[in-house]
C-alpha cells in the first residue's frame, strides 16, 4: 500500500508559475511509475504527466508539453509538477497517482491516489 499526498496548488495569475509536490509513505516507493491527472469541473479526467520508477523516463500531454515538468527525488519519496506558463485552462484540481507495474498515460490504469490539490488560474 502507498499513501499519496499533494501539496502546492493555490491561485495563480495566467503566466506564473505553481510546484506541484507528491510525497509517498507506505511501501517502497522507488518502484512506483508516478503519474499527474487532473479534473476540471464538468470535465473527465485527464492525463497530464507521468514518470517511470526510473527517471529521465517522462510522458507529457501535448496541452501541457514545454510547460510543465515532472521529476522525482526518490530519496525524499516525492515527485514534482514543476507548472510554468500557467493558463486559464490549467485550472483543475491535480492528483498525483501511482503504480507498481507498468508505465504510461492512461490514468485508470494507476493503482494509488492521493486526495488531490486545487489549481486556479485566473486570467
Known amino acids: 500500500q502507498v499513501q499519496l499526498v499533494e501539496s502546492g496548488g493555490g491561485l495563480v495569475q495566467a503566466g506564473g508559475s505553481l510546484r506541484l509536490s507528491c510525497a509517498a509513505s507506505?511501501?517502497?516507493?522507488?518502484?512506483?511509475?508516478v503519474a499527474w491527472c487532473r479534473q476540471a469541473p464538468g470535465k473527465e479526467r485527464e492525463f497530464v504527466a507521468s514518470?517511470?520508477?526510473?527517471?529521465?523516463?517522462?510522458n507529457y500531454a501535448d496541452s501541457v508539453k514545454g510547460r510543465f515538468t515532472i521529476s522525482r527525488d526518490n530519496a525524499k519519496n516525492t515527485v514534482y509538477l514543476q507548472m510554468s506558463s500557467l493558463k486559464p485552462e490549467d485550472t483543475a484540481d491535480y492528483y498525483c497517482a501511482a503504480r507498481s507495474a507498468g508505465w504510461g498515460s492512461d490514468c485508470s490504469a494507476y493503482d494509488y491516489w492521493g486526495q488531490g490539490t486545487q489549481v486556479t488560474v485566473s486570467s
Open positions: 514518470i517511470a520508477w526510473s527517471s529521465p523516463n517522462t
Open positions: 507506505g511501501r517502497t516507493f522507488i518502484r512506483y511509475a
